[in-house]
């Protein structure tokens, strides 16, 4: 199973609307993906621990570094497939990075 987090500014709209999305198109491209939604505010180094793919609706500056892909996935939220594909065709790509 490959983790991904995303985050918003409340955490609770926008992070989980993308959290739905990317789960039900990566399940129907065949992968095995579990995103979990967070406020951007609580996004911490221990938050990102075993975290494969980082999902942001824009780049947060989170006061540390990251080390893993960061995709913003901001597109994802006007639901129009035309913008939406680039996004999951990256994590796509990400994704068959990490399985090799």
Request: charge should be negative; include cysteine; glycine fraction near 8%.
């Amino acid at each position: 199973m490959i983790k991904m987090l995303t985050a918003c500014g409340a955490g609770v709209n926008s992070s989980h609307q993308i959290k739905d999305a990317v789960e039900e198109e990566m399940k129907n491209r065949g992968y095995d993906v579990s995103v979990d939604a967070e406020m951007i505010k609580d996004v911490t180094p221990e938050k990102m621990e075993g975290v494969q793919i980082f999902l942001p609706i824009n780049h947060p500056d989170l006061g540390f570094d990251i080390d893993i892909p960061e995709i913003d996935a901001g597109a994802i939220l006007y639901r129009m497939p035309a913008m939406a594909k680039p996004v999951y065709d990256q994590i796509e790509a990400e994704i068959k990075k990490i399985q090799g």
